[in-house]
């Protein structure tokens, strides 16, 4: 049995290294940016007017001049007339390239126009006003983004305006989900009393479509020889297994010795946790390249909280991801005695400091609390009390 940060190390130092792949912008939100971008000219390409109104010499404002000549205009979109002489204005608007030979704007607000003169009321006036100069917010050349953030709003307005229509992203692994249990039926099913509906894959499925992961998702009877030839054949097919039940110590829990007659060796079997303490991680090399296989306990909880404490940070690095951590103020005492690592299910709130209240639940079978919270909060094994207003790392789902 090895400590949670140990079976966490042991996950990252294994990556399954994916690939990268183009794609149309507009199908980019969402995904995993795997190349920088760059700045491909300046920001703001020119010095550009900020406010519908007049463009003047600052000089001539200096030497007192109020009432300007209307030369003529300069709107967004044109190439940039040239101020002809002291005296003059160019009538510009938002967007425009400031006018040669002018500086500064003069809002519309602040004057009006009679026979082609504009006449600008008394007002303090700073040289360079309303103007947005050429390159004060990026150079050509500068990093706009990085590889391995995710590609929101902001980011795809980022990509567009430096002119990439088709942009680098991570291409998710081949996964499969494999469920195993004899008490398992289809939730179409009407179960019998001994009998249960299968949820695990609904939630591990539903977490993958949050990373654009899509899945296979199979489920194997307790039943040793039928197990390992489906097993087989799903490797061959998938980089990434996720196994959910059946690495338990009872007499039909097969799943770690089928994997390990399959060749797949095991990294760890066992983390000090509570839940999800069966966790069994393992790799499988072959000539077509390497399996990765989570074999997660069949407890709804413990399921859900090892693929979002180990499979999901896993996934997302392996597809280049910049992972972040967070952490929230714990709302309530709570005590945990044993010698594991404790994911408390907390609910969360914010109102300024990010508090997760206790809402224990009924252990990990009880599948129906995940609701009532929003993420698991790990306690370490070290200490036994935890006190209202400690702060300790969380796990989100939510
Ligand atoms: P196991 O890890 O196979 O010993 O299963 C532990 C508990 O989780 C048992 O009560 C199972 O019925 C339940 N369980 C296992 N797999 C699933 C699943 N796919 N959906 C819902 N419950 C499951
Ligand atoms: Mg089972």
């Known amino acids: 049995m090895i400590p949670v940060e140990e079976a966490y190390e042991i996950l990252m130092s294994n ?18 940016l795997t190349e920088s971008i760059y700045a ?24 007192g001049i109020r009432e300007f000549k209307v030369q003529e205009m300069q709107v967004a979109g044109n190439p940039p007339v040239t101020l002809r002489k002291s005296g003059n204005c160019i009538e510009v608007m938002t967007g425009a390239m400031m006018p040669e030979g002018a500086d500064t704007i003069v809002r519309y607000e602040d004057f009006e126009i009679e026979k082609k003169v504009a006449v600008v009321k008394e007002l303090k006036l700073k040289k360079g006003a309303n103007v947005h100069d050429e390159g004060s917010d990026r150079a050509i050349g500068d990093q706009l983004l990085e590889p391995g953030g995710i590609i929101g709003p902001a980011e795809a307005a980022v990509i567009a305006t430096v002119g990439e229509s088709i942009v680098q992203v991570a291409e998710p692994p ?25 949820s695990n894959s609904f939630a591990i499925d539903g977490a993958l479509k949050e990373l654009g992961v899509t899945s296979t998702i199979l489920h194997l009877n307790d039943e040793k020889e039928v197990m390992k030839s489906t097993i087989e054949e799903v490797l061959d097919k998938h980089e990434v297994l996720i196994l959910s039940g059946g690495v338990s110590k009872g007499k039909k829990d097969f799943v770690p010795e089928v994997l390990e007659e399959l060749g797949v060796e095991k990294l760890f079997h066992r983390v000090k946790q509570r839940p999800g303490k069966p966790f069994w991680f393992g790799v499988r090399q072959t000539e077509e390249g390497t399996n990765y296989v989570f074999a997660l306990p069949g407890n709804p909880v413990s399921t859900f909280l090892c693929y979002y404490r180990y499979v999901k940070p896993w996934l997302f690095r392996s ?34 400091v990010l508090k997760a209240a206790p809402i224990a639940g009924g252990g990990s079978g009880d599948l129906a609390n995940l609701v009532e919270c929003d993420a698991f909060m790990e306690l370490p094994a070290t200490k036994k009390a935890f006190n209202k207003g400690e702060t300790f790392p969380i796990y989100r789902y939510r």
């Open 15 to 32: 990556l399954c290294k994916s690939k990268t792949e183009p794609v149309d912008i507009r199908k980019s939100v969402g995904r995993i």
């Open 40 to 63: 491909d000219r300046n920001f703001p390409p020119f010095d550009r007017v900020t406010m519908d109104g007049i463009a003047i010499r600052f000089e001539d404002w200096q030497q």
């Open 174 to 198: 081949k996964v499969a989900i494999l469920t195993t249990g004899d008490e398992l039926v289809d939730i179409d099913e009407e179960p019998l009393p001994h009998q249960i509906r299968k």
């Open 319 to 352: 597809m280049g991801g910049n992972l972040t951590n967070e952490i929230a103020t714990l709302d309530g005492d709570f005590k945990f005695e044993p010698d594991l690592t404790y994911f408390l299910q907390v609910k969360l709130s914010n109102e300024g």
